[in-house]
């Protein structure tokens, strides 16, 4: 498939993300140090993503969604934030132990092989795209990344 222009400023629009991912790991291992404590840095960092999105929504005012489609919500469309806190828990905890890179490309090693099964078996909603040499290379060489910067 081509790269088209959208899709580069999606793309980037996703690098960025990833930026704010490593960035977020190590301010919480740096408030890790301070604190002392793992679960208070990932609680505080919490506390402030909670802040942050009331904010948002003060600012924006969205339309609440219906009471009928909350009702409707399947039970794993509401696991996002304690995986979210599961995540801020870890980075907090391991990227000391492991340094920024290390952890990083070891959590993109963890979503791409669950991407991979989340899109080949069409879970959660997702349109189903079947594996090809392509993504399982890809994968590979991001393990190989995985051991490179961690053991290089």
Do not use: E
């Amino acid at each position: 498939m081509p790269l088209v222009p959208a899709d580069s400023a999606w793309l980037a629009l996703a690098v960025a993300a990833g930026s704010c991912i490593a960035l977020q790991a190590a301010a919480n291992a740096a408030l890790r140090h301070q604190l002392g404590d793992a679960r208070y840095a990932a609680f505080f960092s919490i506390c402030g993503t909670i802040l942050t999105a009331i904010v948002f929504m003060l600012l924006v005012r969205p339309a609440p969604p219906s009471g009928a489609a909350v009702r409707g919500a399947a039970w794993w469309n509401w696991i996002g934030g304690p995986l979210g806190a599961l995540f801020v828990l870890s980075g907090a905890a391991l990227t000391p132990k492991l340094g920024a890179a290390a952890f990083i490309t070891a959590v993109v090693g963890g979503q791409l092989i669950c991407s991979l099964a989340l899109d080949h078996y069409g879970l959660l909603n997702l349109p189903q795209q079947g594996l090809s040499a392509g993504r399982v290379l890809g994968t590979a060489m991001v393990f190989a990344g995985v051991l490179l910067v961690r053991y290089g």
